[in-house]
């Protein structure tokens, strides 16, 4: 038997700001947007040209999903982004607006830079070393 992790959700306020930060942003393909029975949306996001896991972007419903928003790892680093190219990735994110938190640095595990996104969830920005 294959096992593998294919979406994760990330509650968001909107799904029309996330995708356009998602997509437009951090350059993820939109996979899917299928309109629902209940007026919610299925939207999921993936890196351009990934093949692992996807986001499935959730709009939130009620007070503990909106407040989940912005924070759903409680503070830590929550979202891991690698890349084959650190230099070409932060340029880009830097010029599409995306706020980092520190400057890039070298670590014995790659190049990395944690960066939020406009809800405020913590992500590395790494390349892996070797």
């Known amino acids: 038997m294959t096992r593998r992790i294919a979406l994760v959700t990330l509650v968001v306020p909107d799904y029309d700001r ?4 998602y997509c437009g942003a951090l350059r993820f393909d939109l ?8 007026g919610k949306r299925w939207v999921v996001v993936r890196p351009n040209g990934g093949e692992g896991p996807g986001l499935l972007l959730a709009q939130a419903s009620g007070e503990r999903q909106q407040a989940a ?17 650190f ?9 599409a607006g995306v706020r980092f938190l520190e400057q890039p640095r070298t ?3 790659g190049k990395v830079a944690v960066f939020e996104d406009v809800f405020g969830n913590t992500w590395d920005l790494l390349q892996p070393a070797g």
Do not use: C, K, M
């Not at 996979?31 to 209940?38: A, G, I, R, Y």
């Not at 928003?69 to 190219?85: E, K, S």
């Open 18 to 21: 996330a995708i356009a930060f």
């Open 31 to 38: 996979v899917e947007d299928t309109q629902l029975p209940d």
């Open 69 to 85: 928003i912005g924070n759903q790892a409680g503070g830590r680093v929550g979202f891991f982004l690698h890349t084959d190219d």
């Open 87 to 95: 230099e070409r990735d932060f340029a880009s994110f830097v010029a």
């Open 107 to 109: 670590e014995a595990y």
